[in-house]
């Protein structure tokens, strides 16, 4: 019993106790905050793995902590959290590993992770959230904790950007709380239940529509839906590993993931389809879908492509939502994880293009792959998961959305969408890596730091996208294999049509 | 045990004399005091807490001809945050005042100020309530002149001159209730007030004395001036804890006294007026170009806030619904006190290190000033009403009270307030985060600095995850037939 209480909160903790600490710790003290981070890192795998047995076994993980007179913070963990939640702390790992070999020799480092640790508690703090009230007080958290990580240069550029950000996501919180407020109200309480409370409870169905429209439009904010899309290519301005977390696990993920919660453990996704609200969110995914990628081909600026291309591919997960069957919700939600791992590891790639060789622009990478191979080896891998090209990750994503689509009847525009997306994929991923490895150098490089090293890049560059490239071929490949991404997707998806 | 009453009275009250007595150890006497007070504090409140609302006559006397001191959940919790605050203030002030010729004569009104809200929050008669509201008004007004400049005069000038006329329209009040009833003992007061002529002027008269000093919009105009040219520990209690007695009092006319005459029309025009204050301070926060004046109209729009609550309390039914929407007001005021002082206190920080508190000129405060650069954010938190502060909580109440009245009109007013606060908090901390010479470097953090940030834990922090306590005190009521 002792341990179903703890757990979710000794989960939250391994991030947040370091995070605090590291904030005390002069820029100096390099070999403690490296110590302090890993640590809590591993701390935290450790913890989740706990979990993910639990879980799978049926256990039940909660605490509870009564706030005010009917708003309690509960943390609980059911197989969707657990998802999220492996996720992060994976990621979290890899990605302060790169955090700490990219930082090397910049200023306020202390801060920095300080910062970083509090937006990957924020965000396995939504993963864990057991009900809409807990989870508004993490959206909120992972906003204020992601501000100063963009901020974090202190340019002019990173100050609009974080301030752009920070317009999006306030506003966004504030519907998404008068939305949970409202819906408070009318229920007297929204835990988070799978298969969803709200067919059971009897209530007009137009302010139900409403409420949705609200808490959509709140998270469709981070998920980056469009309209709402615009922060995310001015967000790019972020340190690489930053970047690298906020297209992957933290910002656009959270959003995503509450509109999944949303939709499945307060509405039902049944219930929600019978309300028509589905087929609206759908069209704005579909849309979303389409519009990112058309955006992605014309930006010459790298890091600005890969965010566009973010817009498009997290509205997959959207979309598998909005489609009422199984089969649409394992790709959906396999997506969530898919698209984690394929796009951390194009953002390390692009950092360490960055950081190598002074390449921002995707017409300055001619030739890049014999210089940098390991690094386009990377790239490559995740570019051509987000293609959907089998054996990676992201062929599995789209295969099962297409089966999803082909099963509720809706393949007549869903098949089109994704056929279009996809080339369109093509379209501005192929000719970067025709340049990358079969062009040859056509300028010098805009500025050369590893000039007459012999490895192309230091350790701690290197393996993080490497290791995040093989992950996505290996979840992939071994897509039917226990405890893969798939399989526990086809858990929850178990879970939530059981009734 | 009821004689603990005194204490959170007397031992200030007794300590401002010693302070008289020797002047040179008035810094000292002011900390140890302050401590003291703080001690008392906490004996009644545990008293409370056991035993229910307490009541003291004093000398004897059978309530409505002595002194009687009257403590119940809600002066308990107005008593425990001007507490914590002018603790915190106190050890801040010990620093920065200790550098001031003026020293003693601060601590003096510092401690008679903390006296007269004591007895404020404890009295249990209109009369003495009148004492001590003129007693606070004067000390505040004193103290805010302690900065000496030529604008803090001249604010403080037109604190006095409406104060004054606030005091001067609730005395009237109190002598016609005394005229009508022939007592003025609240809980007697309670039971015998019902509407007629008399109660209608009283009740205009007193209210409208305590809108002049709780800063209602349009009557907030002295407090900008007034608040943001006081040396920073005075600011930080005259935003704090002086706003919030005034409002304490319209609580207590308003839902206990006089709650068989209020009617849903004039707590609606309340609340419009607090409307219209969460957007102009709101608006004129993001104008300001000085920090401590951006804290003052944030003040006047916190203020606002609690206004909006009158009308949806009016409005809800007698029970459980109106307790959460009630705590969350008290909730909201309680944060507001521990974040604003905390605000006001890192201000003060930064203008005695910078010499100045221009907003666009404060860049690298974070590099050189870390701890109170965190500190403004924090209190930038609660202030907007983000988590995990205790303003999150009372604005979630808040919200849910106006969709179980219907009353959509506030709506728009708090979507647009928090948004409004949300542009001015970050508004500094882009500047103060940016890099910049604006801050001279420090060696190590100042010991001023840690009372502040304290306070914006305290805002953030403790009344987030334990602020079920304020609603498990607020239903203690020595008034209107609860338990007392």
Known sequence: MAMSVWLPVAILLSSFIPGVLIFFQPEERRRLRTWLNLLGALIKLLLVGMLIWGVFHEQVFESRWTMAPGLEFVLHADALSVLFVSLSTLLWLVTTIYAIGYLEQTPHRSRFFGFFSLCVTATVGLALAGNLFTFVVFYELLTLATYPLIAHKGSPEALRGARIYLRYTLF??????????????LTGGVEFVEGGILQYANLDQSTLRWIFLLLIVGLGVKAALVPLHGWLPQAMVAPAPVSALLHAVAVVKAGAFGIVRVIYDVYGVEFAAELGVLTLLGAVAAITIIYGSLKALSQDHLKKRLA??????????VLGTAIVGPLATIGGLVHLVHQGVMKITLFFAAGNYAEALGIHRVSEMDGVGRRMPGTTLAFTIGALGMIGIPPVAGFISKWYLGLGAVEAGAAAWVLPVLIASSLLNAAYFLPILYRAWFKSQSAPWPADKTAGCVRELPDALLWPPLTTAAMALLIGLFAAAPYSPLEWAELIAGREYRQ | MNNLLIWPVAVPLLS??????????????????????????????????????????????????????????????????????????????????????????????????????????????????????????????????????????????????????????????????????????????????????????????????????????????????????????????????VVKAALYLILRLWLALFDEVVTQTAALILGLLGGIAVLWGSWAALQAERLKLMAAYSTVAQVGYLFLFLPLLAALPEGTTRDVALGALVLLALTHGFAKSAFFLAAGVIMQRAGHDRIAELGGTARALPVTAFTLALAGVALIGLPPSGS?????????????????????????????????????????????????????????????????????????????????????????????
């Open chain 2, 16 to 241: 401002a004399v010693l302070t008289l007595l020797w002047p040179r150890r008035s810094t000292w006497i002011g900390v140890l005091g302050t401590t003291l007070s703080l001690l008392a504090v906490v004996l009644v409140s545990r008293q409370v807490v056991e035993s229910g609302a307490i009541e003291l006559a004093l000398g004897g006397w059978s309530p409505g001809l002595g002194i009687a001191l009257r403590a119940d959940g809600l002066s308990v919790l107005m008593l425990l945050m001007s507490t914590l605050v002018s603790m915190a203030v106190a050890v801040y002030a010990s620093v920065y005042i200790s550098r001031s010729e003026r020293r003693s004569e601060f601590w003096v009104l510092w401690l008679l100020l903390i006296t007269a809200l004591h007895a404020l929050f404890l009295s249990g008669d209109l009369f003495n309530l009148y004492v001590t509201l003129e007693l606070l008004g004067l000390s505040a007004v004193v103290l805010a002149c302690l900065g000496g400049s030529r604008e803090s005069l001249q604010a403080a000038l037109n604190y006095l001159m409406l104060g004054l006329l606030g005091s001067m329209a609730f005395l009237i009040g109190v002598a016609l209730i005394y005229a009508g009833y022939g007592t003025l003992d609240m809980a007697a007061l309670a039971a015998a007030i019902e509407s007629g002529p008399t109660a209608w002027v009283a009740l205009s008269l007193m209210t409208g004395g305590l809108l002049i000093k709780s800063a209602l919009f349009p009557l907030h105009f002295w407090l900008p001036p007034a608040h943001s040219n006081a040396p920073a520990p005075v600011s930080a209690v005259l935003s704090a804890l």
């Open chain 1, 308 to 317: 566009y291309s973010t817009v498009s591919q997290v509205s997959y997960i």
């Open chain 1, 172 to 185: 966004g919180g504030l519907l998404l709380m008068i939305g949970a407020v409202w819906l408070h109200t």
């Open chain 2, 392 to 484: 999150f909580l009372a604005k979630w109440q808040l919200l849910s009270s106006v969709f179980i009245t219907g009353q959509w009109i506030w709506l728009p007013v708090i979507a647009v307030g928090t948004l409004l606060a949300g542009a001015y908090t970050f508004r500094l901390l882009g500047y103060a985060f940016a890099p910049g010479e604006g801050v001279g470097p420090s060696l190590s953090v100042g010991r001023e600095e840690i009372p502040a940030v304290l306070l914006a834990l305290a805002a953030t922090l403790v009344l987030g995850f334990w602020a079920s306590a304020v609603w498990e005190l607020v239903p203690i009521s020595a008034y209107a037939g609860g338990e007392g």
